[in-house]
């Protein structure tokens, strides 16, 4: 079991940057896959970006080359380093891991990018 807690969203103009991070309340040390989903509304929730704990990494092409993943085991956070934002971001964004199959999200937190 483990609580995910997301942080580091806010409103952002078109071209802005935003790291988001998410502390989980457990050692994710030996958690395979740690990722990164968005929800915008009237849209599915969708993956943004995932990481191994070999940190491997896999992105959409949506965001490819814009947004990076990467995780501190020690701090036992995941962080989402997001650039070149665009208005189509615009997104609740979650975290996520599965342990023994079950799926643990974090709350979201709203980005924003407009002008």
Not at 68 to 86: C, E, G, Y
Request: glycine content about 10%; aromatic content about 10%; hydrophobic content about 35%.
């Amino acid at each position: 079991q483990v609580q995910l807690v997301e942080s580091g969203g806010g409103l952002v103009q078109p071209g802005g940057s935003l790291r988001l991070s998410c502390a989980a309340s457990r050692s994710i040390f030996s958690i395979y896959v740690m990722g990164w989903y968005r929800q915008a509304p009237g849209k599915q929730r969708e993956l943004v970006a995932s990481i191994t704990t070999s940190g491997d990494t896999n992105y959409p092409d949506s965001v490819k080359g814009r947004f990076a993943i990467s995780r501190d085991n020690a701090k036992n956070t995941v962080f989402l380093q997001m650039s070149s934002l665009k208005p189509e971001d615009t997104a609740v964004y979650y975290c996520n891991c599965i342990i023994l199959g079950i799926n643990y999200w974090g709350q979201g937190t709203q980005v924003t990018v407009s002008s």
